[in-house]
């Protein structure tokens, strides 16, 4: 068992940027593939990035590729999501996830066997 707790969300005008982390417990933290994921009101959860176990593949959605920036340190089992330029189409509840070494495509929800709650974020015009 995983648990998984994300921090860091908010209420942030256009062009800004916040910083999201996810604090993980339980099990080895360098054992899993992490991924970011989001869903706005109405809409499916969607993948936002993912980094690989040990940190040395990322992977991002072509929506915020080159604003967003996702890294880990396996040593602090925690996994941050830097958000630079937000825009309103952004705003989201984010989520952290944990899946197996052995869980290929990292962009598919159904590859992450543990979720956190939830972290709030508001992007203002």
């Known amino acids: 068992q995983v648990q998984l707790v994300e921090s860091g969300g908010g209420l942030v005008q256009t062009g800004g940027s916040l910083r999201l982390s996810c604090a993980g417990s339980g099990r080895t933290f360098s054992n899993y593939h992490m991924g970011w994921f989001r869903q706005a009101p109405g809409k499916e959860r969607q993948f936002v990035a993912a980094i690989s176990w040990g940190g040395g593949s990322t992977y991002y959605a072509d929506s915020v590729k080159g604003r967003f920036t996702i890294s880990r340190d396996n040593g602090k089992n925690t996994v941050w999501l830097q958000m630079n330029s937000l825009k309103p189409e952004d705003t989201a509840v984010y989520y952290c996830?944990?899946?197996?070494?052995?869980?290929?495509?990292?962009?598919?929800?159904?590859?992450?066997?543990?979720w956190g709650q939830g972290t709030q974020v508001v992007v203002s015009s």
């Open positions: 996830a944990a899946a197996s070494r052995s869980s290929v495509p990292l962009q598919e929800t159904d590859r992450y066997s543990y």
